[in-house]
């Protein structure tokens, strides 16, 4: 799994040099700490794929991915908070550092930051598009809050992890195509199942970590089914599988089998 990791930074280092300095910089101005921004850069990439396909130039390229990822980790601080979590990636959350109220307004500003950033672009569309997703992932997470574990069946569950997780792998998979003023349905369909199969196999890993969380395997489990965590990998290949059936019907699936073959060296 590492090495198609490494294949697909290496194939991104000039972008993903310019993308970490601007990250970089935001850690500095806002006095974080950057592992709190850190991780595999795999919305950016998309991002970047997307852009080169429709000719967007690196400039515009490179704010997109930043935008993705400032978005992601805003998400992530407002998770810890909710979660009440003291750690996260090895070091301490944003609100065990600070305040509750500090790690508030910083994620408040990581959001608007990476939409102030696209509004740069003037490309409506896009902005838009962003918007609703940001929208979309604290839906997914108050669904998640205000719903008893229990209660949790596997459709809820796919329901709050495309909200709070895939809807952001398919803006970053479309985002080439709305800036330059479409909106691709088949890079859409494959950015969302890229991005519930990531959440599923995230999940399908951390199982003994997950006791108590309405995660899928933990669901089956509750269920009685008799295979819990095959099924949950049964179903993350499905997502794959509609990840590339998508990707062939727009003639895309080429630039994006780094990615594909990174997803199934997880399975």
């Not at 970490?20 to 500095?28: F, G, I, P, S």
């Not at 690196?58 to 991915?65: F, H, I, P, Q």
């Not at 395997?217 to 599988?241: F, M, V, W």
């Amino acid at each position: 799994m590492r090495e198609h990791l490494n294949a697909i930074w290496e194939k991104h280092s000039g972008y993903l040099e310019r993308l970490e300095k601007l990250l970089e910089e935001t850690a500095r101005w806002l006095d974080i700490p950057v592992y709190l921004i850190k991780g595999k850069r795999l919305r950016a990439i998309s991002s970047n794929i997307s852009c080169t396909i429709f000719g967007v130039n690196e400039d515009v390229s490179v704010l997109s991915g930043y935008a993705l990822e400032m978005i992601h980790a805003a998400s992530l601080i407002h998770d810890d908070i909710v979660d009440e979590a003291d750690t996260r990636r090895g070091g301490r959350t944003l609100n065990d550092i600070f305040s509750i109220r500090r790690a508030v307004l910083v994620g408040d500003l990581v959001f608007t930051r990476a939409l102030s950033e696209v509004a740069k672009v003037n490309v409506p569309l896009y902005l838009s598009s962003m918007s609703d997703t940001v929208y979309k992932m604290a839906y997914g997470q108050y669904l998640e809050d205000v719903t008893p574990p229990e209660k949790f069946d596997e459709h809820l569950y796919l329901e709050v992890i495309y909200n709070k997780t895939a809807s952001l792998y398919e803006l970053a998979f479309v985002s080439g195509s709305l800036i330059v003023g479409r909106d691709d349905p088949y890079l859409r369909e494959a950015g969302k199942s890229f991005g519930m199969a990531f959440q599923i196999l995230d999940d399908w890993d951390d199982y003994e970590e997950d006791v108590g969380k309405p995660t899928l395997p933990h669901i089956y489990e509750r269920q009685g089914h008799p295979d819990p965590r095959g099924t949950t990998l049964d179903l993350a290949k499905r997502y794959l599988e509609r990840v590339e059936w998508e990707l062939e019907r727009g003639g895309f699936k080429d630039h994006f089998t780094e990615l594909i073959d990174y997803m199934w060296s997880r399975i």
